[in-house]
């Protein structure tokens, strides 16, 4: 037999907790930061220069609603859980050669896009030397409707050398969101 408590209100009579269950117990509802994934990229991508390209996050690791596809790389809101965001995302370029030397130049950008328009940029204008590597990576809360899609882009502009999006042993690339309770 399950026992269900229905109460308006819980007011606690002492201390500054209210404990409800026990350790290993779960919560669902309106507690949850659900629906949320993390998508990462199971080997490198190589890009072509000056072309705006999808990020191909092709290997779940976690996702609550099902709601990451693996096959088109873009996070759809499902039916019911409209709301606020956090969307993030860290993607490691390298294989470019130039640097920043007597008009060779290097430039990468890093979009997330919504329903296909770029809501968010993150620019590197490194102005170094041959074969260097670095990470874009950044975050942004973002209100979100049943169908809206999320997906990340890549730019890079090179003098010299073709981008590469690597993945390696101690550099992951991962894509992820989650909904904000109380948001």
Request: net charge negative; aromatic share 12%.
């Amino acid at each position: 037999m399950v026992s269900q408590l229905k109460v308006n209100e819980i007011i606690k009579q002492s201390g500054s907790s209210i404990t409800i269950g026990v350790d290993g117990d779960t919560v669902s509802g309106p507690f949850t930061n659900t629906p949320a994934f993390l998508a990462s990229l199971s080997s490198s991508q190589t890009v072509s220069d000056a072309t705006e390209t999808l990020v191909q996050f092709d290997t779940s690791e976690y996702d609550t609603d099902s709601a990451f596809s693996t096959s088109n790389y873009r996070f759809t809101v499902p039916s019911g859980k409209s709301g606020k965001y956090m969307i993030y995302y860290s993607v490691n370029v390298a294989g470019i050669n130039g640097g920043y030397t007597f008009g060779n130049y290097v430039r990468s950008e890093v979009y997330i896009k919504k329903n296909g328009d770029t809501i968010h940029v993150h620019k590197i204008d490194p102005r170094n030397s041959t074969g260097f590597k670095f990470t874009h990576s950044s975050s942004i809360s973002q209100n979100l409707n049943v169908s809206d899609y999320i997906e990340i882009y890549f730019w890079g502009d090179v003098s010299a050398g073709q981008p590469l999006l690597e993945v390696s042993s101690n550099q992951q690339m991962f894509f992820g969101a989650y909904k904000l309770i109380g948001a």
